[in-house]
Structure formats: structure tokens, C-alpha cells
């Protein structure tokens, strides 16, 4: 436990114009800009990458993108990819969030090419996993999560994985107002952290942060960091308001 620094992850989704969200960036400075014992990570929407990362670059906060396309360059209309977000500031970039997955097609191989691609830029890829309430009740969480990972993480070395970080985040719990309690999230932590044993070694296990995401708010969030795999969290709705958002960063 003791070298996997907590880390608090705001994803702010499709929400925030340009000046809102330079606006939101300031605020969180002035409130947590200079946190150290939490790693703390804002993913804005691409259009406002650059004007968020001149207000946090002097800060301990770390710049983040939503998504990326796995090609270098290239004539793909609309997409953005892991260089260009790398110079815009980011050093990490979610990968695979369920609302992706669930409105624009992506698959465990969208998700594994996106994963190399981020590596291949230097930035440090936020893998979400995670079941949704049907295979839940149709007890298929474990094999699902066993899946998605097999395939998201195929070919993958040693020292790539040292670079990640991967989050749980149940679908059923997203933007809901449902969380996992303590005791669901607890035993598919423990189920990610032996995958990853298995798969690669016991050290990365024990180095792989893991982020739980799904309601998480000030009022849950220490209950959810007491947990012993539980590494941080990776936050939506409530990381929208920089005053609270910082109440979950200080959850200490
Ligand atoms: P909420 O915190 O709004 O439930 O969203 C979680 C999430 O999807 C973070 O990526």
C-alpha cells in the first residue's frame, strides 16, 4: 500500500465551456493546488486542454483527456490523438469509459489500440472496467471484468502496466447516485489486483493504482479509501463544482 500515492481523478465528461472551465481550473488551484500526499488529475473536455492546463501547469494538478484516437495522425475527421493531447498538456487519458463503450461502439480491441497508442505518446492511461447492472444480477461481474481485462490489456509488458491505472467502475453506479458498498467494491478490487498477479507479476499488483468510480461524493469518499484496494477515485457529477471536488480530494 505504501507506495501507491491515492490518486483523485475528476472527469468532467461533456460538461463546461472554455471559460467555465478556466474558470473551474482557478478555483480548484486556489483550493487544492498545491495538494501532495493525493495525486490529483482534472480531465476537461478537449476544447478547453490548453486554456486549463496554463492555469494548473504551475500546480500539483495533473492535466488529463476524456479519450483518443489510436493513430498517431492521419485524415480521421473528428479525432484527436495521443501526441496532440500530450501537447496540450495532458499526461493522462481515460480509456474505455463505459458511456463510450455504451454510445460509441468501443470494444475491448478499440480499447487495448488506445491503450498502446497512450503509452506510445508518454501518457499514462485511466482503464475503465466494469459490469452493468444485468450482469450483475446475472452474477457475471467477475467474468466480465476478466474479459474486458484479458482483452483490453492483451500484449501489454511489464514495465507498459507500471504506466497505468485502472478503474472500476460499475455502470450500474454511474451518475445514479448508487454506489457499490464498501464491501462489493472491496471484492472486485481484490478480483482486479489478482488479475493483474496472474497476468503479470505480484509487484505490479501491488504497484497498479486502483481507481473506484460511480457516485463517489464527499459524504462516501473516505469510507471508499479505508477500503485496503481502493486507491483513489475516479470522479463525475462531483467533480464538476471545484468546492466539493476538493472535499473529496481532502477526504483525509
Ligand atoms: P459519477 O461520479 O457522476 O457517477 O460518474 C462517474 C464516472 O463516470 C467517472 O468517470
Known sequence: M???????AGNWKMYKTCSEAVAAARSLVALAGDADG????????????????DVIRQSNIYLGAQNLHWEAEGAYTGEVSGQMIYSAG????????????????ETDESVNKKIRAALAANLRPVICVGESESERE?????????????KGLEGLSLDQMDSAVIAYE???AIGTG??????????????????LADRFEETTAH??????????????????????????????????DPETFNNIIQYR
Not at 507506495?3 to 483523485?8: A, D, G, S, V, Y
Not at 495532458?90 to 461502439?105: A, D, L, M, P, T
Not at 446475472?138 to 484479458?150: C, G, I, N, P, R
Not at 448508487?178 to 488479475?195: L, N
Open 2 to 8: 505504501e507506495n501507491r500515492r491515492p490518486m483523485i
Open 38 to 53: 493525493v495525486e490529483v488529475m482534472i480531465a476537461p473536455p478537449f476544447t478547453a486542454l490548453t486554456g486549463v492546463f
Open 90 to 105: 495532458c499526461r493522462y487519458v481515460i480509456i474505455g469509459h463505459s458511456e463510450r463503450r455504451q454510445y460509441f461502439g
Open 138 to 150: 446475472a452474477e457475471k461481474t467477475f467474468s466480465t471484468l476478466d474479459k474486458q481485462m484479458q
Open 170 to 172: 460499475p455502470v450500474w
Open 178 to 195: 448508487k454506489t457499490a458498498t464498501p464491501g462489493q467494491a472491496q471484492a472486485v478490487h481484490e478480483f482486479i489486483r489478482k488479475f
Open 207 to 240: 504497484k497498479t493504482r486502483i481507481l473506484y468510480g460511480g457516485s463517489v461524493k464527499p459524504s462516501n469518499i473516505a469510507e471508499l479509501m479505508a477500503l485496503p484496494d481502493i486507491d483513489g477515485a475516479l470522479v463525475g457529477g462531483a467533480s464538476l
